[in-house]
């Protein structure tokens, strides 16, 4: 479930930031965005086209090593990738959770409701930058954060367990 969380929230990110083409650049190295041809792996060449009926994404933990379209043509097109493991630290301990009493690190949790970069965090806080990485290293120490690269980035949000600690349930 983290990974599935993780990776739609760097996909809306890319899609955010960059619009669509961001989007399907974000897939590599899975998948290859050549303009207008979405290059997926599979054990046959076949041809998919969308004629207007757009592409539903789907990451899942249950798809392994290729995505899987569906085949049928009068139907919607709907692509099931493997989402990317999420990085996460082990459930934490005590002593994990102890550092992270306080103001600022309470902040910091809560800007994480969304895919940040460690700039965007530093400035929207305010802190350095490198106090900015710190708090999420903390954070990520605990289980309560995950980092993902995407493209030549560094994304930071929420794990499912940082999600309910922020927010209950």
Known sequence: MAAVETDRAIRLRALRDRGAEGLLTSLRPLMQWEPPVLETPYP???????????LCLVPSRFCWRMPVALADPLLPQVLVYPAAPAET???????????LLGRTRARVLAA???????SE???ALPVSASSASEHVAV???????????????????????GRRLLHGG
């Open 121 to 123: 965090l530093a400035a």
């Open 89 to 99: 630290a082990s459930d934490g301990d005590l002593r994990a959770l102890a550092p």
């Open 44 to 54: 046959e060449r076949r041809d998919l086209y969308l004629d207007g009926r757009g």
């Open 112 to 118: 994480l409701d969304g895919a940040v970069t460690t």
């Open 139 to 161: 954070l990520r120490t605990a289980g309560l954060a995950v980092t993902r690269r995407a493209d030549n980035r560094v994304l930071h949000l929420l794990s499912p367990l």
